[in-house]
Nanobody, 123 residues
Framework: QVRVEESGGGVVQPGMSLRLACAAS????????MGWFRQTPGKEREFVAA????????EYAPSVKGRFTVSSDSAKSTVYLQMNSLKPEDTAVYYC????????????????WGQGAQVTVSA
């Protein structure tokens, strides 16, 4: 059974950095790609970034491109989201998901989610 778990959330000031990790267990060989999404209360889950396990393909939301970097370590079965120059509007619960089929930016393309990690950017 495949499981994913996020870690690394916290509270930081604007302009600072934070790195999230998403550890996968189980049949990761059947996972073609992983995605990061975020969600704030009352809003839909929003695409942030995605990466193929072999690292050949990445995709970013325009709002984070140039500030966030997604990477993968297949040996550790872990995907990372390095977040730099954080802004208050980046505050959200961040989720990683296992991509199944379809566009990276679509939540319906993912079949499994972690429990989420809270990121708060505040002065």
């Amino acid at each position: 059974q495949v499981r994913v778990e996020e870690s690394g959330g916290g509270v930081v000031q604007p302009g600072m950095s934070l790195r999230l990790a998403c550890a996968a267990s189980g049949r990761i060989d059947i996972m073609g790609a992983m995605g990061w999404f975020r969600q704030t209360p009352g809003k839909e889950r929003e695409f942030v970034a995605a990466i193929a396990w072999n690292g050949d393909t990445t995709e970013y939301a325009p709002s984070v491109k140039g500030r966030f970097t997604v990477s993968s370590d297949s040996a550790k079965s872990t995907v990372y989201l390095q977040m730099n120059s954080l802004k208050p509007e980046d505050t959200a619960v961040y989720y990683c998901g296992v991509h199944r089929l379809g566009p990276f930016s679509d939540t319906w393309s993912y079949k499994l989610w972690g429990q989420g990690a809270q990121v708060t950017v505040s002065a």
